[in-house]
Structure formats: C-alpha cells, structure tokens
C-alpha cells in the first residue's frame, strides 16, 4: 500500500507537470481514498495539495483554498515543517488569486521562517518573490525591492537562474 501510495503521488506530480490535470486530480483522488483508508496522514496531506493545486490551476479558488488549508493543517497536525512550507507556498497563491493580501503576507512569512529551518532555499525564494509582488501591487516599492533584493540572494546562492521552462498549451478537445 505503501509503495503504491507514493507511486500515486508522483504520477499526480507528473501529471500536473505536464499539464494534464484531469489526469493529476484523478490519481489524486485514488491516493486520498487510498490514504485515508490506511489512515497515511503523510500521503494525505500530499493528496490534498494535489487536488489543491488542480482547482488553483482551473481558477475554482475558494475550493483551492479550502483543500490547500487543510493540507497545510495536516502537516502541521504531523509536525512536518518541510512539507508544510511546501504546501503554503501553493497556498499563498490561493490567497493571492482570492485577493486575501493579508493573510497571503502572514502566509508568506511563515513560510520564509520555516523554508530557513530546514534549509529549503527554493522554498525561501518563491515565498520572497510572491511577498514582493504583493508589495509592488499596493505601491509599497521599497519592502518590494528588499524582497525581491533577497529572493535574487536566495536564487544566487543556490545557482538557480531559470524557472521552469513554459509548457506549449494543449489544443482543445
């Protein structure tokens, strides 16, 4: 169960990485019916975040929200920093899309500290960046600069200069 549990969660991982969500969310599915049959709060939590990421990438932000918070809680409940700065980084982009600001910040720096523990600079570098853009969207230009000063730092120190490389879209039907 195990095995397959993780299997699960990288085939939605995969999925969403090539942009089939359908694909993603289905997989996703069978890992939380799965998981929580086991009572696998790990792979729960996982399962959660996928389905989160699913809803946030087809605009249904309130569910992605929803489904991304209670992934966060579980690893939160599991005592589980890495994974939770992982999931809040997805979460702030709910909070974001949602327009909540202010939680998105409180989010943000929360996962700034934890990405710090455990040595997760990637982590640390989204969340600078999102906590820039957040500044710069309401006028706050100089905070904006220091984040975005210290997620270049971040990205210097760790040798990443490129995102991800964009995905061709799909045609239709």
């Keep these: 169960t195990l095995t397959l549990l993780r299997v699960l969660r990288w085939q939605a991982y995969a999925y969403g990485e090539q942009g089939r969500f359908a ?6 599915e069978r890992q939380l019916r799965l998981a929580r049959t086991v009572h696998d709060r790990v ?10 990421w699913v809803a946030l990438r087809a605009s249904h932000f309130p569910e992605a929200r929803q489904l991304l918070a ?10 589980d920093p890495g994974n939770e700065s992982y999931v809040r980084a997805t979460f702030g982009s709910a909070l974001l ?7 998105a910040k409180a989010n943000y720096a929360r996962v700034i500290t934890l990405a710090r523990q455990q040595h997760l600079p990637w982590i640390e570098a989204r969340a600078l960046n999102d906590l820039g853009a957040i500044e710069a969207e309401s006028g706050d230009l100089a905070p904006a600069a220091q984040h975005y000063a210290e997620a270049h730092t971040v990205h210097a120190t760790i ?4 995102g991800p490389r964009a995905r061709p879209r799909r045609p239709a039907g």
């Design 70 to 79: 209670q992934s966060v809680a579980t690893f939160e409940q599991l005592q």
């Design 159 to 162: 040798g990443q200069w490129a």
């Design 23 to 28: 694909e993603q969310q289905a997989a996703a």
């Design 97 to 103: 899309s949602l327009g909540l600001y202010n939680e």
């Design 43 to 52: 792979h729960e939590g996982h399962a959660l975040h996928s389905l989160g």
